[in-house]
Nanobody, 123 residues
Framework: QVQLVESGGGLVQAGGSLRLSCAAS????????MGWYRQAPGKERELVAA???????HYADSVKGRFTIARDNAKNTFYLQMNSLTPEDTAVYFCNADILVAVPPAWSHRVYWGQGTQVTVSS
């Protein structure tokens, strides 16, 4: 079993910064892909940033140049650094990972979600 635990959300003024963390635990062999999504009230969940393997990260147009996805393989943790935040960034942020897990008798790919963390940006 694998769990993703998020942290780092909160209330920040416009122009400020936050760093979200997503720590994975369990029978992890390796990460195939990881990403961050967000869902604002009354809106659908949208992809914010994602990275697959050694490819270049992909960012939503609305966050390009402001947000950065990064990972620490040794800690099985990945991050979303958010700078120059605006009220439009207010949402619940979810981490997501496609992980190769060791599930006896074989390994398998599974997708996991974090529990979500609230980010609120005041004007």
């Amino acid at each position: 079993q694998v769990q993703l635990v998020e942290s780092g959300g909160g209330l920040v003024q416009a122009g400020g910064s936050l760093r979200l963390s997503c720590a994975a635990s369990g029978n992890i062999v390796k990460f195939n892909a990881m990403g961050w999504y967000r869902q604002a009230p009354g809106k659908e969940r949208e992809l914010v940033a994602a990275v697959t393997g050694a490819e270049k990260p992909h960012y939503a147009d609305s966050v390009k140049g402001r947000f950065t996805i990064a990972r620490d393989n040794a800690k099985n943790t990945f991050y979303l650094q958010m700078n120059s935040l605006t009220p439009e960034d207010t949402a619940v942020y979810f981490c997501n990972a496609d992980i190769l897990v060791a599930v006896p008798p074989a390994w398998s790919h599974r997708v996991y979600w974090g529990q979500g963390t609230q980010v609120t940006v005041s004007s």
